[in-house]
């Protein structure tokens, strides 16, 4: 197993430390990313019936599955990021502890450690923009009766929202919310590969 990386500990006095970034401005768009993912559940209570007037979804089942399960896989391995960066992403110092809240702010960081910070930005952002557009499409080849999954699917999709409602509601700390976000990731990765086997088409 290849050791994780690590990034060296910048001192105090160092001229070329910035304070760290808010590590929520992160978390929360992968967390929001997530949450689309398990909006897949509302379908099993809020679809109704396709009537002859209502266009016909313009992607094929086949394809929004397969890019939904690629999300998810680019959002386990941006919950991995987070936890291979502790100084950044609330796994060390006063964040770790720290709830579910903007204001957190870390310790200081290197000009290395500060670009990490921007990679993963920007890949959460990107990411969230693609799993609510892929998660949409998905639901909507439900709804049309294109990928018939049982209820339990739909059950599962919905504990994974539940979990994500707790980490907000209970004001989870920041190291909580990265590990139960990974472990969310991981489940609904299976889930979506799960939904293939259902496809009509």
Not at 39 to 63: F, G, L, M, Q, S
Not at 162 to 173: E, F, S, Y
Request: net charge neutral; charged share 25%.
């Amino acid at each position: 197993m290849p050791a994780k990386p690590k990034t060296a500990k910048p001192k105090a006095d160092d001229p070329d430390t910035r304070i760290a970034p808010d590590p929520f401005i992160v978390v929360l768009p992968a967390l929001s990313a997530l949450g689309a993912v398990t909006c897949i559940a509302a379908v099993n209570w809020a679809a109704e019936d396709k009537t002859p007037e209502r266009p016909k979804a313009r992607r094929k089942a086949t394809a929004a599955l397969r890019d939904l399960e690629s999300c998810c896989l680019g959002l386990q391995e941006i919950f991995r990021r987070f936890k291979r960066y502790p100084r950044l992403f609330a796994g060390e110092g006063a964040s770790a502890s720290s709830p579910l809240k903007f204001g957190v702010h870390g310790p200081r960081i290197s000009s290395d450690e500060a670009r990490i910070f921007q990679q993963l930005m920007n890949d959460t952002a990107s990411m969230m923009v693609l799993a609510a557009q892929n998660a949409v499409d998905v639901m909507a080849a439900v709804e049309d009766g294109e990928v018939n999954p049982p209820e339990d699917v739909f059950y599962a999709f919905g504990e994974a929202q539940d979990k994500l409602n707790a980490l907000i509601q209970d004001r989870a700390t920041m190291k909580h919310t990265v590990e139960t976000g990974a472990e969310i990731a991981e489940g609904l990765t299976v889930l979506v590969q799960k939904l293939k086997a259902y496809r009509t088409d």
